[in-house]
């Protein structure tokens, strides 16, 4: 089976930096997305690695390492819309059944 | 960007009756559609997997004969909630995939009240 991790809640404060973790053990592994929900909207695309390293996009990063089962997702000048969970999810790719599973999410709190 | 429409978006339903959600990518064809099941303040959970043309993957937990799941063409999967009880009441939401090492393309989500 498939077994992600992630903090259940973390606070940050305005225009500061946060790095929110995730580990992941899985047997198939094709792929880490990372997505951000506000409550009671759908899940929106901010990254997805299947390689090891770094992937930056404007104000968010994301990193993976295959090897250790481990990424994170970083935060930076962060605004209070930023307010929502994030999400970590694997794609699990096994005897041709492709699945994507998600974590609990994170919820980030963003103080004035 | 990929566009993937779910409808409805609400849809209240008495106790007993089916209600049947529809997920389209508009301007992508899909080979694989998934739908999750969210709890209030809880991740999505993952209830099946939907491949064109043939039957669709259940999790384990996930009544088949209670949720079905048709993946007719490439563009449309429907979820099809039987009998509904209250406790079916959750936000449902489908996402479908492009191809490989692409993200997965999420619908608005139906939020489901069951009375």
């Known amino acids: 089976g498939q077994n992600i991790d992630q903090p259940t809640e973390m606070t940050a404060t305005e225009g500061a930096i946060v790095q929110i973790n995730c580990t992941y053990q899985t047997s198939g592994f094709n792929g880490l997305f990372w997505y951000q929900q506000h409550a009671g909207e759908a899940p929106t695309f901010l990254s997805y690695n299947v390689l090891d390293g770094l992937e930056e996009k404007g104000r968010f990063s994301s990193f993976l390492s295959r090897s250790k089962g481990y990424s994170y997702l970083l935060l930076k000048e962060l605004q209070m819309k930023d307010s929502a969970s994030y999400l970590c999810a694997v794609r699990d790719l096994k005897n041709r059944d492709d699945k994507i599973i998600f974590g609990k999410g994170t919820r980030l709190h963003i103080l004035p | 960007g990929a566009v993937v429409s779910q409808h409805p978006s609400r849809v209240i339903c008495k106790s007993g009756t089916s209600v049947k959600i529809e997920c389209r990518s508009l301007?992508?064809?899909?080979?694989?559609m998934f739908w999750y099941r969210q709890f209030p303040k809880q991740s999505l959970m993952l209830m099946a997997t939907?491949?064109?043309?043939?039957?669709?993957?259940?999790e384990q937990g996930v009544e088949k004969d209670k949720f079905l799941i048709n993946h007719a063409s490439l563009t449309l999967s429907t979820l099809t909630v039987t009998s509904a009880h209250p406790e079916d009441s959750s936000f449902y939401i489908c996402?479908?995939?492009?191809?490989?090492?692409?993200?997965?393309?999420f619908g608005q989500g139906t939020r489901l009240t069951v009375v």
């Open positions: 939907s491949n064109e043309g043939s039957k669709a993957t259940y």
């Open positions: 301007d992508f064809q899909a080979t694989t």
């Open positions: 996402s479908a995939l492009r191809g490989t090492n692409t993200e997965a393309f």
